[in-house]
C-alpha cells in the first residue's frame, strides 16, 4: 500500500513539474539614440532593456538583449553586458532566427512555449506618416516589426509585444494623422485597422499615437517600463491567482497614473491581449525565476515603492484599504521599502519569503520641478485592487464599438513644418537684401581707408587730390551702404515679428 502511495506521490509531483510554466524565450531591445537631432537621446533604455531581461530570468538560451549599455548601467547589471549587443537591423534578425530555433525544439518536445519582445526606443513617424521606432542604424518600422520579428516566431504558444516609445500606439494603424487623409483612405477605414492580424499576439502599448512618454531619473527608467515591470512582479495580481492578465496590467498602470497632474506626463496605456486568448497571462510567478515573495496586507502602506541595493526600482503602488497582495522579487540583491516618506528594510528570511521591517531607516526625498512634483505627486494616488479592476473593466466595456471611419485631426508636426517653411520665404528677400548691402558697404569703407591713406602719404598735388575725391566717394558709397543693411535688417526682424504674431509657433 505505501509502495502505491508514494508512485502515485511521484506521478503528482511529476505531473506538477510539467504543468509549471517555463520562463518565456525574451527579446529585450533599448536604444537611446535619438533618430531626429532636435530630440535629446534616452537616458535609460538600456536600463530598461536590461531590467525586463533580469525580470524573466536572464537565462542563457533563453533571452537575448540588445542594447548599448553605458557605464553606470554595466555597473548595474555587470552580469548581462557580455551578453549585450548592440541594437541593429542584423543583430535583429540574428537574435530572432536563434529564438526560432529554440521554439521549432520545444515545439518538436510538446512544449508551448510563449515570447516576449519588449522594445524601448524613440518612436517618431517617417514623412509618408508611417510610424518607426529608432534602432542605431535605423527605424525599425511597423511592416519591419511583423516581418523580421513577429512572423519568424509565430510558432510560440503566445507573443507578447511591450512597446515603450513616444507615440506607441500608432504601431497598430497603417499610417497616422500627420498629414490629412484622402477620400480612399477614409473610405477604407486606414486609420481603424490594425496592420497585425495574428491572433496568438497580443499588445501593450505606452502612449497614444500623439503622446510622448516620459523617462524619470528617481526611477531610472521610463515611466511605462517600470510600472510594466512592477504590474508583472504581481502588483496588478488582484485576484490572487499568482497570474497577471491584460486586464489586470492595463488597470493597475491606468490606476498608477491617474493622479499625475501634468496631462502630458500621464501616459494613456493601451493593451490588447491575442485574439484567441484575452485572458491570456503576460507573467505567472511560476514563470519569474530566482524570486521570493513578499506577502502582506499591502493597503496598509499607502503610496510605496521598492528598491534593491543596486537602486534599481522593482515596484511600487497604492492599494485598496485591506488588499492583500503578493510580490515577486528577485532573491539575489537586497531590498529598500520607501514608503510615507520613510524608508524600511526588507529581509529575506530564507525560505521564498521577504518580511517588511516595522522600524523606519531613513526618511525620503524631496522632488524638484513640475514634471518631478507630478510624477511623486500624483503616481499612486489611486489605490487598486478588485473594485478597480472591476470598474476598469466595466468602463473600458463601454467603449467597445468600433470608431468611425474618420481620419483624426491632423498632428501638430505638418503645420509646424508649413509655418516655419512661410517664416524662412518670408525673411529671405530683406535677408539677402541686408548682406549685398553689407558686403557693398564693407567693400566702399576699405576703399575709402585705402584712398585715404594714399591722400595722407602723397606729396604730389594731382594724385593727392584724386585720392581726396575718392575717399570722399567712397566713404558716402560707404555710408549708403550702411544705411541700407541697416533698413534691410529691421526689414527682415519686423517682418520676422509679423509671422511670429500671425501664426505663433508650435513646440514639439
Known amino acids: 500500500m505505501n509502495a502505491w502511495c508514494a508512485l502515485a506521490v511521484l506521478l503528482v509531483s511529476a505531473t506538477a513539474r510539467a504543468a509549471a510554466p517555463a520562463p518565456p524565450l525574451v527579446l529585450a531591445v533599448g536604444t537611446n539614440i535619438s533618430p531626429d537631432p532636435a530630440l535629446p537621446a534616452l537616458s535609460f533604455a538600456d536600463d530598461d532593456a536590461a531590467a525586463a531581461m533580469e525580470l524573466f530570468g536572464a537565462q542563457p538560451g533563453r533571452s537575448w538583449l540588445l542594447t548599448t549599455m553605458d557605464a553606470e548601467t554595466q555597473t548595474r547589471y555587470p552580469a548581462l553586458t557580455s551578453r549585450a549587443r548592440p541594437p541593429t537591423r542584423a543583430q535583429l534578425q540574428l537574435a530572432v532566427s536563434q529564438m526560432a530555433s529554440r521554439l521549432q525544439a520545444e515545439r518538436a518536445a510538446g512544449l508551448q512555449t510563449e515570447v516576449v519582445v519588449w522594445v524601448v526606443g524613440h518612436g517618431a513617424f517617417d514623412a509618408s506618416g508611417r510610424f518607426n521606432v529608432a534602432l542605431e542604424d535605423g527605424p525599425l518600422t511597423a511592416a519591419a516589426l511583423d516581418t523580421l520579428v513577429l512572423t519568424p516566431l509565430l510558432s510560440a504558444h503566445r507573443i507578447h509585444v511591450l512597446l515603450d516609445a513616444c507615440h506607441a500606439e500608432a504601431i497598430l494603424a497603417s499610417r497616422a494623422a500627420v498629414q490629412p487623409a484622402s477620400a480612399e483612405e477614409v473610405s477604407r477605414q486606414t486609420f481603424v485597422e490594425d496592420l497585425f492580424g495574428h491572433g496568438n499576439v497580443g499588445f501593450v502599448l505606452a502612449a497614444g499615437a500623439h503622446q510622448k512618454t516620459y523617462e524619470w531619473s528617481e526611477m531610472r527608467s521610463g515611466v511605462f517600463s517600470a510600472l510594466v515591470r512592477s504590474a508583472l512582479r504581481g502588483a496588478a495580481n488582484a485576484d490572487g491567482d499568482t497570474c497577471v492578465t491584460y486586464p489586470e496590467l492595463t488597470a493597475y498602470l491606468s490606476s498608477a497614473v491617474q493622479g499625475i497632474a501634468v496631462p502630458d506626463a500621464r501616459p494613456r496605456v493601451r493593451g490588447r491581449p491575442p485574439a484567441v486568448d484575452v485572458r491570456a497571462p503576460l507573467a505567472c510567478r511560476a514563470s519569474l525565476p530566482n524570486t521570493a515573495v513578499l506577502e502582506s496586507v499591502l493597503g496598509g502602506w499607502g503610496a510605496f515603492h521598492l528598491e534593491d541595493s543596486r537602486g534599481v526600482w522593482l515596484a511600487g503602488g497604492r492599494f485598496e484599504p485591506g488588499h492583500v497582495g503578493a510580490l515577486w522579487l528577485p532573491a539575489a540583491n537586497a531590498v529598500t521599502l520607501h514608503a510615507n516618506g520613510q524608508e524600511y528594510a526588507v529581509n529575506n528570511r530564507g525560505d521564498g519569503r521577504w518580511q517588511a521591517q516595522d522600524t523606519p531607516l531613513t526618511t525620503g526625498h524631496t522632488p524638484r520641478g513640475a514634471a518631478e512634483r507630478a ?79 594714399r591722400y595722407a602719404t602723397t606729396d604730389l598735388q594731382r594724385p593727392a587730390a584724386e585720392a581726396r575725391q575718392n575717399a570722399t566717394w567712397a566713404l558716402g558709397a560707404a555710408v549708403v551702404g550702411g544705411g541700407v543693411a541697416l533698413l534691410a535688417g529691421v526689414l527682415t526682424v519686423g517682418l520676422v515679428l509679423v509671422d511670429l504674431a500671425f501664426y505663433g509657433l508650435t513646440a514639439d
Open 375 to 453: 510624477f511623486k505627486e500624483g503616481l499612486f494616488s489611486v489605490a487598486y485592487g478588485g473594485h478597480y479592476l472591476a470598474g476598469f473593466q466595466a468602463a473600458q466595456g463601454q467603449d467597445r464599438e468600433r470608431a468611425p471611419a474618420v481620419a483624426p485631426p491632423p498632428s501638430p508636426a505638418a503645420p509646424q513644418a508649413t509655418r516655419l517653411h512661410l517664416l524662412a520665404w518670408t525673411a529671405m528677400a530683406p535677408a539677402l537684401l541686408g548682406a549685398v548691402a553689407a558686403g557693398a558697404a564693407a567693400f566702399a569703407a576699405a576703399f575709402g581707408g585705402y584712398s585715404l591713406y
